[in-house]
Protein backbone atom coordinates (compact mmCIF):
# COMPACT_ATOMS: atom_id res chain seq x y z
CA UNK A 1 0.00 0.00 0.00
CA UNK A 2 0.93 3.60 -0.97
CA UNK A 3 -0.28 6.92 0.37
CA UNK A 4 0.30 10.10 -1.20
CA UNK A 5 -0.32 13.73 -0.07
CA UNK A 6 -1.81 15.79 -2.94
CA UNK A 7 -2.70 18.98 -1.04
CA UNK A 8 -2.68 19.98 2.72
CA UNK A 9 -5.46 22.82 3.23
CA UNK A 10 -4.20 26.18 5.11
CA UNK A 11 -7.11 26.31 6.72
CA UNK A 12 -7.22 23.02 8.74
CA UNK A 13 -6.02 19.57 8.86
CA UNK A 14 -7.60 18.74 5.90
CA UNK A 15 -5.50 17.28 3.36
CA UNK A 16 -6.45 15.30 -0.27
CA UNK A 17 -4.33 12.28 -1.16
CA UNK A 18 -4.69 9.10 -2.76
CA UNK A 19 -4.55 5.52 -1.35
CA UNK A 20 -2.79 2.99 -3.77
CA UNK A 21 -3.79 -0.79 -2.85
CA UNK A 22 -3.44 -4.13 -4.87
CA UNK A 23 -6.70 -3.29 -5.96
CA UNK A 24 -7.14 -0.39 -7.00
CA UNK A 25 -6.47 3.97 -5.70
CA UNK A 26 -9.00 5.34 -3.55
CA UNK A 27 -8.96 9.53 -3.12
CA UNK A 28 -9.38 10.34 0.47
CA UNK A 29 -11.14 11.43 2.12
CA UNK A 30 -13.20 9.13 1.65
CA UNK A 31 -16.20 7.64 3.17
CA UNK A 32 -16.37 3.82 3.55
CA UNK A 33 -19.39 1.80 3.03
CA UNK A 34 -20.19 -0.89 5.64
CA UNK A 35 -20.22 -4.73 3.81
CA UNK A 36 -20.52 -6.18 7.35
CA UNK A 37 -20.78 -10.41 6.27
CA UNK A 38 -19.25 -9.46 2.74
CA UNK A 39 -22.37 -7.83 1.72
CA UNK A 40 -23.67 -4.39 1.52
CA UNK A 41 -27.04 -5.54 2.66
CA UNK A 42 -29.32 -5.36 0.16
CA UNK A 43 -27.46 -4.81 -2.83
CA UNK A 44 -24.78 -6.74 -4.90
CA UNK A 45 -21.51 -5.32 -5.90
CA UNK A 46 -22.09 -4.48 -8.75
CA UNK A 47 -25.11 -2.17 -7.81
CA UNK A 48 -22.81 -0.87 -5.10
CA UNK A 49 -19.65 -0.36 -7.67
CA UNK A 50 -22.74 2.26 -9.27
CA UNK A 51 -22.30 4.39 -6.10
CA UNK A 52 -19.13 5.24 -6.69
CA UNK A 53 -18.08 3.20 -3.70
CA UNK A 54 -14.26 3.29 -3.51
CA UNK A 55 -13.27 1.41 -0.29
CA UNK A 56 -15.69 -1.29 2.06
CA UNK A 57 -14.96 -2.20 5.46
CA UNK A 58 -16.36 -6.22 6.68
CA UNK A 59 -16.59 -7.40 9.30
CA UNK A 60 -14.25 -10.34 10.20
CA UNK A 61 -15.90 -11.36 13.82
CA UNK A 62 -19.19 -11.84 11.46
CA UNK A 63 -17.12 -13.47 8.85
CA UNK A 64 -15.91 -16.19 11.95
CA UNK A 65 -19.01 -17.27 12.39
CA UNK A 66 -20.01 -17.43 9.01
CA UNK A 67 -19.30 -18.73 6.86
CA UNK A 68 -15.89 -18.62 8.43
CA UNK A 69 -12.32 -17.33 7.23
CA UNK A 70 -10.97 -21.13 5.69
CA UNK A 71 -14.22 -20.77 3.28
CA UNK A 72 -13.12 -17.43 2.22
CA UNK A 73 -9.78 -18.34 1.87
CA UNK A 74 -10.54 -21.56 -0.07
CA UNK A 75 -12.82 -19.56 -2.25
CA UNK A 76 -10.04 -16.89 -3.41
CA UNK A 77 -10.46 -14.55 -0.64
CA UNK A 78 -12.59 -11.98 -0.11
CA UNK A 79 -12.47 -9.85 -3.20
CA UNK A 80 -13.35 -12.56 -4.97
CA UNK A 81 -15.49 -14.70 -2.73
CA UNK A 82 -18.33 -11.63 -3.21
CA UNK A 83 -16.98 -9.87 -6.51
CA UNK A 84 -15.77 -6.50 -5.46
CA UNK A 85 -12.74 -5.93 -7.17
CA UNK A 86 -12.25 -2.82 -5.59
CA UNK A 87 -10.12 -1.83 -1.88
CA UNK A 88 -11.20 -3.93 1.02
CA UNK A 89 -10.60 -3.26 4.98
CA UNK A 90 -11.38 -5.81 7.39
CA UNK A 91 -11.90 -4.68 11.23
CA UNK A 92 -10.23 -6.86 14.32
CA UNK A 93 -13.09 -8.37 15.97
CA UNK A 94 -12.15 -5.18 18.55
CA UNK A 95 -15.27 -2.98 18.50
CA UNK A 96 -17.54 -7.04 19.33
CA UNK A 97 -15.81 -6.54 22.60
CA UNK A 98 -17.62 -3.66 22.79
CA UNK A 99 -21.08 -3.94 21.11
CA UNK A 100 -21.80 -7.63 22.40
CA UNK A 101 -19.84 -6.68 25.74
CA UNK A 102 -20.89 -3.68 27.78
CA UNK A 103 -22.46 -1.70 24.54
CA UNK A 104 -25.18 -4.34 24.99
CA UNK A 105 -25.24 -4.92 28.91
CA UNK A 106 -25.73 -1.29 28.89
CA UNK A 107 -27.36 0.06 25.80
CA UNK A 108 -25.15 2.77 25.02
CA UNK A 109 -23.06 3.58 21.98
CA UNK A 110 -19.66 4.83 20.97
CA UNK A 111 -20.97 8.47 21.97
CA UNK A 112 -23.28 8.92 24.92
CA UNK A 113 -25.02 11.94 23.69
CA UNK A 114 -27.05 9.21 21.91
CA UNK A 115 -28.37 7.05 24.78
CA UNK A 116 -29.65 9.43 27.48
CA UNK A 117 -30.56 8.35 30.82
CA UNK A 118 -26.81 6.35 30.99
CA UNK A 119 -24.99 8.82 32.71
CA UNK A 120 -24.76 7.35 35.77
CA UNK A 121 -23.70 3.85 34.59
CA UNK A 122 -20.11 2.98 35.48
CA UNK A 123 -17.80 0.38 33.84
CA UNK A 124 -14.96 0.21 36.69
CA UNK A 125 -11.56 -1.76 36.50
CA UNK A 126 -13.07 -5.21 37.65
CA UNK A 127 -16.21 -5.22 35.79
CA UNK A 128 -17.14 -8.05 34.20
CA UNK A 129 -19.53 -8.28 31.25
CA UNK A 130 -22.14 -10.66 30.96
CA UNK A 131 -21.35 -12.20 27.31
CA UNK A 132 -18.03 -11.11 26.35
CA UNK A 133 -14.78 -11.87 29.06
CA UNK A 134 -11.87 -9.92 28.84
CA UNK A 135 -8.29 -11.42 29.11
CA UNK A 136 -4.97 -9.99 29.08
CA UNK A 137 -4.62 -12.54 26.36
CA UNK A 138 -8.04 -11.68 24.03
CA UNK A 139 -11.79 -12.16 24.39
CA UNK A 140 -14.13 -15.13 24.66
CA UNK A 141 -17.70 -14.59 23.16
CA UNK A 142 -20.42 -16.33 23.13
CA UNK A 143 -21.72 -16.45 19.80
CA UNK A 144 -24.77 -14.75 18.59
CA UNK A 145 -25.40 -17.63 16.27
CA UNK A 146 -25.19 -21.00 18.22
CA UNK A 147 -24.32 -19.98 21.47
CA UNK A 148 -21.13 -21.51 21.46
CA UNK A 149 -17.95 -20.13 23.13
CA UNK A 150 -15.34 -18.83 21.01
CA UNK A 151 -11.66 -16.76 21.77
CA UNK A 152 -10.05 -14.16 19.77
CA UNK A 153 -7.30 -12.09 21.10
CA UNK A 154 -4.20 -10.50 18.55
CA UNK A 155 -3.28 -13.44 16.82
CA UNK A 156 -6.34 -15.00 16.05
CA UNK A 157 -7.26 -11.68 14.64
CA UNK A 158 -4.19 -11.30 12.49
CA UNK A 159 -4.53 -15.00 11.19
CA UNK A 160 -8.30 -14.72 10.67
CA UNK A 161 -8.03 -11.37 8.49
CA UNK A 162 -4.66 -12.96 6.58
CA UNK A 163 -7.28 -15.66 5.51
CA UNK A 164 -10.29 -13.08 4.76
CA UNK A 165 -7.65 -11.13 2.20
CA UNK A 166 -8.61 -7.31 2.39
CA UNK A 167 -5.98 -4.98 1.63
CA UNK A 168 -5.91 -3.19 4.58
CA UNK A 169 -6.33 -4.92 8.06
CA UNK A 170 -6.97 -3.27 11.76
CA UNK A 171 -5.38 -4.67 14.67
CA UNK A 172 -6.77 -6.08 17.75
CA UNK A 173 -7.76 -3.96 20.28
CA UNK A 174 -10.52 -3.36 23.08
CA UNK A 175 -13.58 -0.66 21.90
CA UNK A 176 -14.14 0.89 25.56
CA UNK A 177 -17.81 2.41 26.24
CA UNK A 178 -17.71 5.85 27.17
CA UNK A 179 -19.17 5.12 30.79
CA UNK A 180 -15.89 3.92 31.30
CA UNK A 181 -13.82 5.27 34.74
CA UNK A 182 -10.27 6.16 34.19
CA UNK A 183 -8.64 3.51 35.96
CA UNK A 184 -10.68 0.98 33.76
CA UNK A 185 -9.54 2.75 30.65
CA UNK A 186 -5.94 2.78 31.82
CA UNK A 187 -5.86 -0.48 32.30
CA UNK A 188 -8.03 -1.55 29.30
CA UNK A 189 -5.16 0.79 27.50
CA UNK A 190 -2.10 -0.97 28.45
CA UNK A 191 -3.61 -4.20 26.97
CA UNK A 192 -4.86 -2.14 24.04
CA UNK A 193 -0.94 -1.61 23.24
CA UNK A 194 0.42 -4.97 24.44
CA UNK A 195 -1.46 -6.76 21.69
CA UNK A 196 -0.84 -4.16 18.78
CA UNK A 197 2.88 -5.33 19.43
CA UNK A 198 1.90 -8.82 18.75
CA UNK A 199 -0.46 -8.00 16.25
CA UNK A 200 2.78 -6.08 14.46
CA UNK A 201 4.59 -9.31 15.17
CA UNK A 202 2.19 -11.80 13.95
CA UNK A 203 1.38 -9.80 10.82
CA UNK A 204 3.09 -11.57 8.17
CA UNK A 205 1.05 -10.67 4.57
CA UNK A 206 3.32 -8.35 2.66
CA UNK A 207 0.39 -7.39 0.68
CA UNK A 208 -1.67 -6.32 3.39
CA UNK A 209 -1.24 -2.92 5.13
CA UNK A 210 -2.16 -3.39 8.62
CA UNK A 211 -3.50 -0.39 11.17
CA UNK A 212 -2.68 0.66 14.52
CA UNK A 213 -5.50 1.21 16.47
CA UNK A 214 -5.49 4.62 18.73
CA UNK A 215 -7.82 3.95 22.39
CA UNK A 216 -8.05 6.44 25.48
CA UNK A 217 -11.35 7.20 25.15
CA UNK A 218 -12.04 10.56 26.00
CA UNK A 219 -9.16 11.38 28.61
CA UNK A 220 -6.43 14.19 26.80
CA UNK A 221 -3.28 12.16 28.15
CA UNK A 222 -4.41 8.50 27.90
CA UNK A 223 -5.45 9.41 23.82
CA UNK A 224 -1.62 11.13 23.27
CA UNK A 225 0.05 8.56 25.33
CA UNK A 226 -2.01 5.93 22.93
CA UNK A 227 -1.24 7.91 19.36
CA UNK A 228 2.22 8.34 20.41
CA UNK A 229 2.76 4.14 21.46
CA UNK A 230 1.23 2.71 18.28
CA UNK A 231 2.81 5.36 16.01
CA UNK A 232 6.03 3.92 17.80
CA UNK A 233 5.19 0.94 16.27
CA UNK A 234 5.85 1.40 12.45
CA UNK A 235 2.17 0.28 11.17
CA UNK A 236 1.16 1.44 7.56
CA UNK A 237 -2.12 3.69 9.07
CA UNK A 238 -3.61 4.31 11.75
CA UNK A 239 -7.17 3.72 12.98
CA UNK A 240 -8.63 6.21 16.01
CA UNK A 241 -10.97 4.10 17.64
CA UNK A 242 -12.75 3.41 21.06
CA UNK A 243 -15.95 5.60 22.74
CA UNK A 244 -16.05 9.38 21.62
CA UNK A 245 -17.13 10.74 24.72
CA UNK A 246 -20.45 12.57 25.69
CA UNK A 247 -20.94 14.48 22.42
CA UNK A 248 -19.35 15.16 19.11
CA UNK A 249 -17.95 18.28 20.32
CA UNK A 250 -15.80 15.56 22.80
CA UNK A 251 -15.50 13.79 19.72
CA UNK A 252 -13.71 16.66 17.83
CA UNK A 253 -11.55 17.62 21.29
CA UNK A 254 -10.06 13.61 20.38
CA UNK A 255 -9.19 13.86 17.35
CA UNK A 256 -7.21 17.00 18.41
CA UNK A 257 -5.25 15.25 20.53
CA UNK A 258 -4.54 12.26 18.29
CA UNK A 259 -3.74 13.21 15.03
CA UNK A 260 -0.76 15.71 15.99
CA UNK A 261 1.02 12.40 16.91
CA UNK A 262 0.78 10.63 14.64
CA UNK A 263 2.92 10.50 11.18
CA UNK A 264 1.34 13.02 8.86
CA UNK A 265 2.62 10.68 5.82
CA UNK A 266 0.30 7.51 6.50
CA UNK A 267 -3.60 7.33 6.51
CA UNK A 268 -6.23 7.84 8.97
CA UNK A 269 -9.05 6.50 9.72
CA UNK A 270 -11.77 6.96 12.20
CA UNK A 271 -14.15 4.16 13.14
CA UNK A 272 -17.81 3.96 12.89
CA UNK A 273 -18.09 7.57 12.29
CA UNK A 274 -19.60 9.00 9.18
CA UNK A 275 -23.05 11.06 9.56
CA UNK A 276 -23.53 13.97 6.90
CA UNK A 277 -22.74 16.19 9.27
CA UNK A 278 -19.75 14.73 10.56
CA UNK A 279 -17.80 14.19 7.25
CA UNK A 280 -16.56 18.00 6.49
CA UNK A 281 -15.46 18.17 10.35
CA UNK A 282 -13.45 15.17 10.31
CA UNK A 283 -11.66 15.78 7.57
CA UNK A 284 -10.86 19.07 8.93
CA UNK A 285 -9.11 17.28 12.11
CA UNK A 286 -6.94 15.65 9.29
CA UNK A 287 -9.16 11.98 8.64
CA UNK A 288 -8.83 10.29 5.60
CA UNK A 289 -11.11 7.31 5.64
CA UNK A 290 -14.16 6.93 7.90
CA UNK A 291 -16.86 4.28 7.83
CA UNK A 292 -20.86 4.18 9.00
CA UNK A 293 -24.14 2.30 8.64
CA UNK A 294 -25.97 5.27 8.25
CA UNK A 295 -26.96 5.45 4.62
CA UNK A 296 -27.88 1.87 4.79
CA UNK A 297 -29.25 1.54 7.72
CA UNK A 298 -31.73 4.03 7.46
CA UNK A 299 -32.65 3.43 3.88
CA UNK A 300 -33.87 -0.10 5.37
CA UNK A 301 -35.83 1.95 7.27
CA UNK A 302 -37.56 4.00 4.80
CA UNK A 303 -34.98 7.55 5.11
CA UNK A 304 -33.73 8.78 2.17
CA UNK A 305 -30.57 11.30 2.56
CA UNK A 306 -31.07 14.39 -0.11
CA UNK A 307 -30.44 18.02 -0.77
CA UNK A 308 -33.29 19.18 0.55
CA UNK A 309 -33.47 17.21 3.98
CA UNK A 310 -33.95 13.66 5.20
CA UNK A 311 -37.11 12.47 3.48
CA UNK A 312 -39.40 9.50 5.06
CA UNK A 313 -40.45 7.47 2.10
CA UNK A 314 -43.25 6.14 4.56
CA UNK A 315 -45.64 8.62 4.76
CA UNK A 316 -48.77 8.30 2.54
CA UNK A 317 -47.68 12.17 0.94
CA UNK A 318 -45.64 10.62 -1.09
CA UNK A 319 -47.57 8.23 -2.87
CA UNK A 320 -48.76 11.01 -5.22
CA UNK A 321 -45.18 12.38 -5.90
CA UNK A 322 -44.21 12.12 -9.37
CA UNK A 323 -40.95 13.33 -8.44
CA UNK A 324 -37.42 11.82 -7.64
CA UNK A 325 -36.09 11.51 -4.14
CA UNK A 326 -33.73 14.20 -4.87
CA UNK A 327 -34.26 16.13 -8.47
CA UNK A 328 -30.78 16.61 -8.30
CA UNK A 329 -29.08 13.46 -7.73
CA UNK A 330 -28.10 11.30 -10.94
CA UNK A 331 -28.08 7.82 -9.30
CA UNK A 332 -29.69 5.01 -11.12
CA UNK A 333 -32.79 4.95 -8.59
CA UNK A 334 -33.37 8.74 -8.84
CA UNK A 335 -32.84 8.65 -12.52
CA UNK A 336 -35.37 5.81 -12.74
CA UNK A 337 -37.76 5.34 -10.27
CA UNK A 338 -40.31 8.19 -8.67
CA UNK A 339 -40.60 9.28 -5.08
CA UNK A 340 -44.48 7.74 -5.26
CA UNK A 341 -43.47 4.00 -6.72
CA UNK A 342 -40.50 3.75 -3.95
CA UNK A 343 -43.16 4.66 -1.11
CA UNK A 344 -45.26 1.72 -2.50
CA UNK A 345 -42.77 -0.26 -2.11
CA UNK A 346 -42.05 0.15 1.59
CA UNK A 347 -45.91 -0.01 2.26
CA UNK A 348 -46.26 -3.33 0.34
CA UNK A 349 -43.43 -4.74 2.13
CA UNK A 350 -41.33 -4.91 -0.92
CA UNK A 351 -37.32 -5.53 -0.49
CA UNK A 352 -36.72 -3.61 -3.64
CA UNK A 353 -38.06 -0.43 -1.99
CA UNK A 354 -34.81 -0.88 0.32
CA UNK A 355 -32.39 -1.64 -2.33
CA UNK A 356 -33.54 1.71 -4.54
CA UNK A 357 -33.32 3.53 -0.86
CA UNK A 358 -29.62 1.97 -0.30
CA UNK A 359 -28.33 2.64 -3.69
CA UNK A 360 -29.57 6.41 -3.58
CA UNK A 361 -28.25 6.76 -0.13
CA UNK A 362 -24.61 5.49 -0.80
CA UNK A 363 -24.48 7.27 -4.41
CA UNK A 364 -25.08 10.39 -2.16
CA UNK A 365 -23.01 9.83 0.46
CA UNK A 366 -20.15 9.80 -1.75
CA UNK A 367 -21.43 12.43 -3.61
CA UNK A 368 -20.92 14.66 -0.78
CA UNK A 369 -17.83 13.46 0.13
CA UNK A 370 -16.65 14.45 -3.35
CA UNK A 371 -17.89 17.74 -3.17
CA UNK A 372 -15.73 18.23 0.14
CA UNK A 373 -12.73 16.54 -1.26
CA UNK A 374 -13.53 19.50 -4.52
CA UNK A 375 -13.50 21.80 -1.57
CA UNK A 376 -10.26 21.34 -0.29
CA UNK A 377 -8.75 21.11 -4.11
CA UNK A 378 -9.96 24.86 -4.22
CA UNK A 379 -8.89 26.28 -0.66
CA UNK A 380 -12.25 26.38 0.80
CA UNK A 381 -11.84 23.88 3.76
Known amino acids: MEFKILKRSTK ?13 EIETPAFVPVATRASVKTLTSKEVER ?9 TFHLHLRPGEDIVKAAGGLHK ?26 GVGKVLKYFPGKNDTKVEKGTVSKNVQITDDGAFFRSPV ?11 SI ?6 GADIILAFDEC ?48 EKSAKYIN ?26 TTPHLDENKPRHLLGIGYLEDMQPAMEHGVDTFDCIV ?25 TDKRPLDPKCKCETCTNYTRAYIAHLFRAGEVTGMRLLTEHNLFYFNEYCAALRKKIKQGKI
Open 295 to 319: PTHYARHGSAFTSVGKLNIRQTAFL
Open 159 to 164: KMQEKL
Open 146 to 156: DGRKLFIGPRE
Open 81 to 106: FMNWNRPLMTDSAGFQIFSLGFGADL
Open 51 to 59: TNAQLLICN
Open 232 to 257: SLGFEGYAIGGDMGSSKAMMWKILDW
Open 176 to 223: TPPVATREYIEHSLERTHAWAKICREAHKSGKQALYGIVQGSHYKTLR
Open 12 to 24: SNARLGILKTEHG
